[in-house]
Protein backbone atom coordinates (compact mmCIF):
# COMPACT_ATOMS: atom_id res chain seq x y z
CA UNK A 1 0.00 0.00 0.00
CA UNK A 2 2.85 2.66 0.87
CA UNK A 3 4.88 1.82 -2.24
CA UNK A 4 2.07 2.34 -4.06
CA UNK A 5 0.46 5.33 -3.02
CA UNK A 6 4.23 6.78 -2.76
CA UNK A 7 4.32 6.33 -6.30
CA UNK A 8 1.44 7.82 -7.00
CA UNK A 9 1.79 10.92 -4.74
CA UNK A 10 4.87 11.50 -6.78
CA UNK A 11 3.32 11.50 -10.41
CA UNK A 12 0.74 13.57 -9.05
CA UNK A 13 3.68 16.30 -7.96
CA UNK A 14 3.22 16.22 -4.62
CA UNK A 15 6.55 17.39 -2.31
CA UNK A 16 8.29 14.90 -0.10
CA UNK A 17 6.90 16.70 2.92
CA UNK A 18 3.28 16.48 1.06
CA UNK A 19 3.64 12.51 0.76
CA UNK A 20 4.78 12.25 4.53
CA UNK A 21 1.45 14.54 5.31
CA UNK A 22 -0.77 12.25 3.07
CA UNK A 23 0.39 9.05 4.75
CA UNK A 24 1.01 10.18 8.24
CA UNK A 25 -2.98 10.97 8.18
CA UNK A 26 -3.65 7.62 6.91
CA UNK A 27 -1.49 5.87 10.26
CA UNK A 28 1.33 4.97 8.00
CA UNK A 29 4.72 4.83 10.30
CA UNK A 30 6.89 7.16 9.10
CA UNK A 31 9.83 4.71 8.98
CA UNK A 32 7.43 2.45 6.26
CA UNK A 33 6.93 6.27 4.06
CA UNK A 34 11.17 6.71 4.32
CA UNK A 35 11.78 3.67 3.30
CA UNK A 36 9.09 3.41 0.33
CA UNK A 37 10.50 6.97 -0.37
CA UNK A 38 14.14 5.87 -0.42
CA UNK A 39 13.31 2.42 -2.38
CA UNK A 40 11.33 4.74 -5.31
CA UNK A 41 14.28 6.82 -5.90
CA UNK A 42 16.89 3.83 -6.06
CA UNK A 43 14.63 2.24 -8.75
CA UNK A 44 14.17 5.01 -10.89
CA UNK A 45 17.93 5.20 -10.65
CA UNK A 46 17.93 9.29 -9.02
CA UNK A 47 18.54 11.04 -5.83
CA UNK A 48 16.43 12.60 -3.54
CA UNK A 49 17.29 15.84 -4.63
CA UNK A 50 16.31 15.01 -8.25
CA UNK A 51 12.79 13.24 -7.55
CA UNK A 52 12.02 16.34 -5.51
CA UNK A 53 12.94 18.43 -8.51
CA UNK A 54 11.04 16.17 -10.90
CA UNK A 55 8.08 16.51 -8.63
CA UNK A 56 8.11 20.11 -8.62
CA UNK A 57 8.35 20.44 -12.39
CA UNK A 58 4.96 18.61 -12.44
CA UNK A 59 3.95 20.73 -10.01
CA UNK A 60 4.95 23.98 -11.92
CA UNK A 61 3.45 22.18 -14.97
CA UNK A 62 -0.06 21.58 -13.59
CA UNK A 63 -0.08 25.12 -12.22
CA UNK A 64 1.35 26.38 -15.38
CA UNK A 65 4.20 27.86 -13.41
CA UNK A 66 7.79 28.94 -14.59
CA UNK A 67 9.25 26.93 -17.83
CA UNK A 68 4.83 26.27 -18.18
CA UNK A 69 3.32 29.65 -18.05
CA UNK A 70 0.71 29.97 -20.56
CA UNK A 71 -0.90 33.63 -22.01
CA UNK A 72 -1.35 34.01 -18.45
CA UNK A 73 1.21 35.12 -16.31
CA UNK A 74 1.47 34.48 -12.91
CA UNK A 75 3.73 36.68 -10.84
CA UNK A 76 6.95 34.92 -9.61
CA UNK A 77 6.02 35.59 -5.53
CA UNK A 78 2.60 34.01 -5.73
CA UNK A 79 3.93 31.30 -7.82
CA UNK A 80 6.63 30.69 -5.26
CA UNK A 81 4.26 31.11 -2.25
CA UNK A 82 1.99 28.34 -3.83
CA UNK A 83 4.84 25.97 -4.18
CA UNK A 84 6.38 26.80 -0.98
CA UNK A 85 2.77 26.41 0.43
CA UNK A 86 2.71 22.27 -1.62
CA UNK A 87 6.06 21.68 0.66
CA UNK A 88 9.23 22.37 -1.94
CA UNK A 89 12.07 24.54 -0.76
CA UNK A 90 13.24 27.68 -1.64
CA UNK A 91 16.07 25.89 -3.61
CA UNK A 92 14.22 23.70 -5.57
CA UNK A 93 11.24 26.81 -6.49
CA UNK A 94 14.40 28.59 -8.22
CA UNK A 95 16.13 26.09 -10.01
CA UNK A 96 12.56 25.54 -11.26
CA UNK A 97 11.67 29.11 -11.85
CA UNK A 98 15.38 29.21 -13.66
CA UNK A 99 14.57 26.45 -16.15
CA UNK A 100 13.25 27.08 -19.74
CA UNK A 101 10.70 24.52 -21.00
CA UNK A 102 12.88 22.44 -23.18
CA UNK A 103 14.73 21.79 -20.06
CA UNK A 104 11.78 21.52 -17.96
CA UNK A 105 10.29 18.80 -20.13
CA UNK A 106 13.26 16.79 -20.67
CA UNK A 107 13.97 17.14 -16.86
CA UNK A 108 10.35 15.21 -16.44
CA UNK A 109 10.87 13.08 -18.82
CA UNK A 110 8.09 10.38 -19.36
CA UNK A 111 5.41 11.74 -16.83
Known amino acids: ?????????RR?????KAVFAKLQSKRVPASLISSALA?????NAESEKEAELKA???FARKKRFGPFVGS???PNDKALSSMARAGFSYETC???????LDQAQ?????Y
Open 56 to 58: ALI
Open 1 to 9: YTKGMVNSL
Open 12 to 16: QGKSK
Open 106 to 110: ERIGR
Open 94 to 100: RIVFDMD
Open 72 to 74: KEI
Open 39 to 43: QRDTD
